[in-house]
């Protein structure tokens, strides 16, 4: 979760369910229960809410229905609605620390970006495209700033300083590069947003 200048909370998907992945963040019910028993289960922590996105086009609702048996068979989890997650994770986690929203000229030039989900503040995009149009993967800690652009050798910059944000960045290779951006300009990926259904997930401790 990040939070925008007006303090308005922004949640992005951590892991989906999609397709019978067994690894990664687009997975099948069984390893997407197994990845999400992997974290947290502190009401007053952030990484202890999920928000799991379903792709419309290889999961229905009898799938939904699955993944939330198999997260209540592992005990420590509730399944809410999206508006409820949302409610829960700003009364609880408002007193923590949460990572800054992300702004700056980046956002033209980078596509993919996502944050670690680990607790962390590492915002990491997958594919960024540099004036040379050289594509590279580069990553920067929010934590240090947050206002950002990309520099010529692909590196993501703190505009308030000019310094290079901590982080790495490394070449993609053409192949996937150009894959990712064909992708992302067709129709499909508007219609993603539209054709999705959501489970939402809370890790609660356990009850002693």
């Not at 998907?13 to 289960?41: F, I």
């Not at 999961?59 to 939904?64: G, I, P």
Request: charged letters at 20%; hydrophobic letters at 35%; glycine letters at 8%.
């Amino acid at each position: 979760m990040s939070l925008t200048s007006m303090a308005s909370p922004v949640i992005g998907g951590r892991r989906s369910l999609w397709g019978d992945g067994s690894e990664g963040t687009a997975l099948g019910p069984h390893a997407l229960a197994a990845s999400l028993a992997t974290l947290p289960k502190d009401p007053t922590d952030p990484n202890s809410y999920s928000l799991v996105p379903v792709h419309a086009w290889s999961h229905n609702y009898s799938s939904v229905v699955a993944a939330a048996r198999l997260l209540q068979a592992r005990g420590g989890f509730e399944v809410v609605s999206p508006e409820e997650l949302v409610r829960r994770l700003v009364r609880r986690t408002a007193r923590r620390q949460q990572c800054p929203m992300p702004s700056g000229s980046f956002g033209q030039t980078c596509l993919g970006c996502s944050l670690a989900g680990n607790g962390s503040c590492v915002l990491t995009c997958d594919d960024c495209e540099t004036s040379a149009q050289v594509h590279v993967v580069a990553s920067c800690d929010l934590a240090v700033c947050a206002k950002l652009s990309l520099d010529d050798d692909g590196r993501l910059v703190c505009d308030d300083s000019g310094a290079v944000c901590p982080g790495a960045s490394w070449r993609l290779p053409l192949s996937q590069s150009q894959s990712r951006r064909a992708v992302d300009g067709e129709a499909p990926h508007a219609q993603h947003q539209t054709a999705l259904d959501k489970v939402s997930s809370e890790h609660r401790p356990r009850h002693v």
